[in-house]
């Protein structure tokens, strides 16, 4: 069935410094959405990619689409100790979103 | 702000027991899902739900598990003979449209502790 692989899966940075997470598939993807989980939390949506090149920008998050739509990439530029948490990518259909491991960011302040 | 509640927060029960998760999906959302999470891993498909039928359900939702809506508003999950393997978290969510259109709002998730 369908995968996603994420990396890296921890990643530890201080605060100020930037960070990016890399979303792969095998196999051409429909769309992408990214979610965030706080610790202790649920996911919330941050975003869904649906164009090849697609880029998309929310403050200080940039969200890339790969031309081949089998990749993608999330970068946090000047990390705040409020971007702590898990952040996950997700492909799928209409039925079901399927999720890669996520990457954990903890922020040193 | 509409949003996708869940009962219990927090639920403690012996190996074999029945255990019924609770959702109540934000009413205008059309399709249903549930996820769970074991601690410190990925968040994993479960199933989906839209027309009042299963419209999908990964490997892991096997014959101890099945969802029911059964009035307009309830969305539950039941796992008829719990195992110790099944504690994890359970998220329900919900969505306007398909999975791959637009966004999943989760719940805060159900707490299943089998001992």
């Known amino acids: 069935g369908q995968q996603v692989m994420q990396i890296p899966q921890y990643q530890h940075v201080q605060e100020g410094e930037d960070f990016t997470t890399y979303c792969n598939s095998s196999?051409?993807?429909?769309?992408i959405q990214w979610y965030k989980q706080r610790p202790g939390g649920h996911p919330v949506f941050l975003i869904q990619?649906?164009?090849s090149g697609e880029v998309k920008k929310q403050k200080r998050l940039t969200f890339q689409f790969g031309e081949a739509k089998k990749n993608s990439s999330l970068h946090i530029t000047a990390t705040q100790t409020t971007d702590v948490g898990t952040y996950f990518c997700?492909?799928?259909?209409?039925?079901?979103?399927?999720w890669g491991l996520g990457t954990s960011l903890a922020v040193n302040p | 702000e509409p949003e996708v509640t869940q009962t219990p927060s927090h639920q403690v029960t012996q190996m074999g027991q029945e255990v019924i998760l609770r959702c109540v999906p934000i009413?205008?959302?059309?399709?249903f899902y549930w996820y769970r999470q074991i601690l410190g891993q990925k968040v994993e498909f479960l199933v989906s739900?839209?027309?009042?039928?299963?419209?999908?359900k990964s490997e892991i939702f096997d014959d101890q598990f099945s969802v029911e809506r059964p009035d307009g508003s309830n969305f539950t999950l039941k796992i008829r003979s719990t195992k110790l393997e099944d504690s994890a978290m359970y998220f329900c969510?919900?969505?306007?449209?398909?999975?791959?259109?637009?966004?999943?709002?989760f719940g805060e998730g159900s707490r299943l502790t089998v001992l």
């Open positions: 739900f839209y027309n009042n039928e299963i419209s999908e």
């Open positions: 196999t051409t993807l429909s769309n």
């Open positions: 969510a919900s969505s306007v449209q398909g999975a791959d259109t637009g966004e999943l709002f």
């Open positions: 009413s205008n959302h059309l399709y």
């Open positions: 997700g492909a799928g259909n209409n039925r079901k979103l399927i």
């Open positions: 990619l649906v164009k």
